[in-house]
């Protein structure tokens, strides 16, 4: 199956495109420089010229403050970019797989979102993310929606950040109020590539199962790898956030497929799994 990646040197892309390898997938690996989303013309002459069976579009403006300052960078990517990777998708026959976040929602339901709930996102990135899960699924007829929270697999990510600070001797102060569902980048490419495999439609949400806070999530690494940093919990009111967030964005996924529960196991099992890569 030839399979396109768009964005394939991000935090997910990564680690999808070494497992499509992997599994013997006839791989395109696409980055900015190779394809502009923004651009149309750009769009369908690259996957015109390729024609592959699955597009996967990683591609994204994520860093949620910036998009709150941003909006029209933030729309231009998350969501006509993924319009007009829609739209190439329909013209070569490809399935579409669009790469959402947790962050569609509000936050306010008091416990982790499924398939079917509802979107109300809080911030510009949010509601860029789902402007693009409307677009899609208007602009092409086969279309995979996968939502995904709080990735960790390769640097930049919130994990690796602690830990350079802690190793550094910095106080840490994270928020305690805020939940979601740490999801290592590497098991949610392996649920991926299950569902590509089969060309499974609709919207699916990929995270490690359970949620926790950043607090709690900090304070589960530093006890795996055996570092004592100062840590203090505070309320997200005293952190200087440009854009809101959700006060429990945590995923669950009610949407039924073979072989996920297996990919997708507890976050404290993946996050041991991912700092051990890093030690070793």
Sequence with gaps: MRVAVIGSSGQLGGHLVRILDDKK?????????DIEC???????????????????NCA????????????????????????????ACARVGSLCVYI?????????????YAEDDYPNPINVYGASKHAGEMLIRQACPQWLIVRMASLF?????????????ARMG???????????????????????????????????????AGRCSWYELAKKTFEIIGLSPVLESIHSHDYPYHARRPKDSSLRRRARHDG?????????????????????
Aim: include cysteine; proline fraction near 4%.
């Design 38 to 56: 923004g651009d149309p013309e750009s769009v369908q002459v690259v996957l015109g010229s390729i024609e592959p069976e699955v597009v996967i």
């Design 25 to 33: 997938y006839d791989v395109i690996s696409l980055q900015h420089a």
């Design 100 to 112: 959402s976040t947790d962050f569609v929602f509000d936050g306010e339901k008091g416990e982790s």
């Design 170 to 208: 910095t106080s840490l102060r994270v928020v305690d109020d805020v939940y979601m569902s740490p999801t290592y980048a590497y098991d949610a490419s392996r649920a991926l590539e299950q569902l590509i495999r089969q060309r499974t439609t609709g919207i699916f949400h990929l995270a490690n």
């Design 260 to 280: 996920l529960d297996t990919c997708l196991r507890p976050w404290q099992q993946a996050l041991e799994v991912y700092l051990d890569t890093k030690t070793n």
């Design 153 to 165: 697999g390769k640097t930049g990510n919130f994990v690796d950040m602690i830990l350079r600070k």
């Design 60 to 87: 994204a403006f994520t860093d949620v403050d910036t998009c709150q300052n941003q909006p029209a960078e933030a729309f231009c990517v998350n969501a006509l970019g993924a319009l007009y990777v829609a739209q």
